[in-house]
């Protein structure tokens, strides 16, 4: 960590001169849907939420999407390898199984791990991104013990125009992408297409010594792409629509050996039609009907099959009492294993319904809900929020909350042979939370302690990997961050200082630290857009027994963008500025210093 804080004190003077591409300030208007299903203004909120805007992904580069959110508050990542290697997420200290992502409000993901591949999102498809920190099961059910990403593609809007973007870097990585869209006679529409592929780097560091013959060779990675968006306005408040997503990415990795070429390919899949309709004056309505897709198939050197299908429908219907609002809805998914492994059980259904209640007096504010989620495998799950706000002054405002959640065991911990227990509890959470932001001008500060208690925690202590639950896991931390702008520079912060432990051992969970930190810098040159990024976590550990340490590390990325004639961008991203080598996973690389450039074209 000594290191880390060296690099990190030579990177602000190296800033100083130097800084991130366009960096947004706070907007407390920006409008957000995940904290409560419903539109709300940032000001409004009572959750603890995070927006990361178009421009902010632009500026990201040939980063992946993991290593975008490694640089928000409350967010820490894990992964075993460069492009397309199996990465993880972890929200205020949960397990990466808490995190639900969605995209364009549906599920994706795998039902036999737990999780989203995120690596296999491409960024060029995003438009922008909300992260719900905290636990929202009185939302979205099972899954959110840690909070909610949710993630939306681009959408066509104003006169219809072209985008295109190429780009090329270190370990020789091309991309292509570009699309059109926008509004004609009240049908909006979006169409984007993209392309990746890298030569990427080996998965397996040299310090990894686990096999006697392992093939440290460049672990190459290529992904295709797309998404389309329709949407026809039939008459004041009523509208139908249509979205869908498919991203197919091939990823080679080191085996056991060196006489097999190990590879993997993935395809996630989004499709969904809704219904919005205005049901009365004071009364909209939206049904959804869709499908989420993860197919896995593993090359090593036998193929194996994983495939998920969750099939999801929900009817949601907002309306307006006065100064207040009133949730009311009805969802029900369908989960389906489909694989070479032969699970006991291949499917599962939930039927769930949900409420909410927000309103706010004079300074006061307020906000209820309640769900309930019956799985075919468990039974009902209630859970729950109740939270409350208070204006002080026209700049600080204070709030508080408590919540319960709950985590379904996937297939793989049901039944997959060899490490699974058919007889898992699910997992449940109790949190409490309070915050304080301040808000004036273009600064915005904020405070939120949280304390998450969970019960019957998962975890796969080494070095069986048998499955066990915890009794009881403690979340509790401080986060604090700021956004606006000091001295002519835009800026952005956090600091997340967490205690994620097993309550009977007082070890640190898995791959989880006590500290992580993040500061971005912008400023405009003459021409320019310059900014600069440090990255900061202190050390973690690879077991529950906290005997194998990982050092903390700080890294820095620089960025420069130029508006060229004619509508063009050129865009420039530095990531590890000081070649700093660094462990997220024991054994397994990361990039180097590494550099890509792009070229952009956007009509105004």
Avoid: C
Avoid at 423 to 438: C, G, Q, S, V
Wanted: aromatic share 10%; charged share 20%; glycine share 12%.
């Amino acid at each position: 960590m000594k290191h880390s804080l060296k690099l990190g004190l030579a990177s602000l003077a190296l800033i100083h001169g130097a800084f991130a591409d366009d960096l947004p300030t706070y907007q407390l208007g920006d409008v957000v849907v995940t904290a409560t299903r419903t539109p709300q203004s940032l000001q409004n909120l009572l959750g603890d939420v995070t927006v990361i805007s178009a421009e902010q992904i632009k500026a990201a580069g040939q980063s992946t999407l993991v290593e975008l959110l490694q640089s928000q508050p409350g967010v820490e990542i894990a992964s075993s390898g460069g492009k397309g290697t199996p990465s993880a997420v972890y929200l205020r200290g949960a397990n990466s199984t808490h995190t639900l992502v969605l995209l364009d409000g549906m599920r994706i993901g795998s039902a036999t791990t737990g999780t989203t591949s995120l690596e296999n999102i491409p960024l060029d498809q995003i438009e922008r991104i909300e992260i719900l920190r905290g636990p929202a099961s009185h939302l979205y059910g099972s899954e959110a013990i840690g909070g909610v990403i949710q993630i939306f593609t681009k959408g066509g809007t104003g006169k219809p125009r072209p985008n295109l973007t190429l780009g090329v870097g270190a370990y020789n990585t091309r991309t292509l992408s570009g699309g059109y869209g926008g509004e004609v006679n009240g049908t909006r529409f979006s169409a984007q297409v993209g392309h990746e592929e890298s030569d990427n780097l080996s998965a397996y560091s040299e310090r990894n010594s686990r096999y006697a013959n392992q093939n440290r060779d460049a672990d190459g990675y290529r992904n295709t792409n797309l998404s389309l968006k329709l949407a026809r306005a039939l008459g004041e408040g009523h509208e139908i629509g249509a979205n869908l997503f498919g991203s197919y990415g091939r990823g080679h990795y080191d085996g056991f050996t060196t006489a097999t070429d190990y590879y993997n390919d993935q395809t996630l899949s989004a499709f969904d039609v809704y219904s919005k309709n205005r049901l009365g004056p004071n009364w909209h309505s939206t049904v959804r009907l869709g499908v989420g897709g993860d197919h896995y198939n593993d090359y090593a050197p036998n193929k194996t099959v994983f495939n998920t299908d969750q099939s999801q429908f929900s009817w949601q219907n907002d309306i307006a009492l006065g100064p207040d609002s009133l949730l009311l809805g009805a969802e029900y998914l369908e989960q389906t294993v489909e694989s070479t492994t032969d699970y006991t059980v291949k499917s599962r259904t939930v039927q769930s319904f949900f409420a909410g209640y927000q309103g706010r007096r004079g300074d006061h504010s307020f906000q209820f809900n309640a769900r309930n989620d019956d799985n075919s495998q468990f039974g009902a799950h209630a859970t729950g929020y109740a939270g409350y706000g208070y204006q002080f002054t026209p700049e600080w405002r204070a709030s508080a909350s408590v919540s319960t959640a709950f985590k379904a065991p996937t297939f793989n911990n049901l039944y997959f042979p060899g490490f699974s227990n058919p007889n898992l509890r699910p997992e449940k959470a109790h949190n409490k939370e309070i915050a304080l932001h301040y808000d004036r001008g273009l600064h915005h500060v904020s405070a939120v302690y949280f304390d998450n208690q969970v019960t019957d925690l998962i975890t796969y202590p080494a070095p069986t990997y048998t499955i066990s639950q915890i009794q009881q896991a403690s979340l509790k931390g401080l986060s604090l961050s700021y956004q606006g702008q000091v001295g002519g520079y835009r800026v952005r912060a956090n600091w997340d200082a967490q205690e994620p432990i097993d309550r009977a051992s007082g070890h640190l969970l898995v791959h989880r630290a006590k500290n992580h930190a993040a500061l971005a810098l912008g400023k405009r040159v003459g021409g320019w857009e310059l900014g600069g990024e440090w990255l900061l976590s202190s050390e973690r550990y690879d077991d529950d027994a906290n005997t194998q340490r990982m050092g903390g590390y700080g890294l820095v990325n620089l960025t420069a963008s130029r508006a060229l004639g004619g509508d063009w961008t050129v865009r420039a991203r530095v990531n590890n500025l000081f070649d700093k080598y660094y462990e997220l996973i024991p054994g397994y690389n990361t990039p180097g210093a590494n550099l890509f450039v792009s070229l952009n074209y956007q009509p105004r």
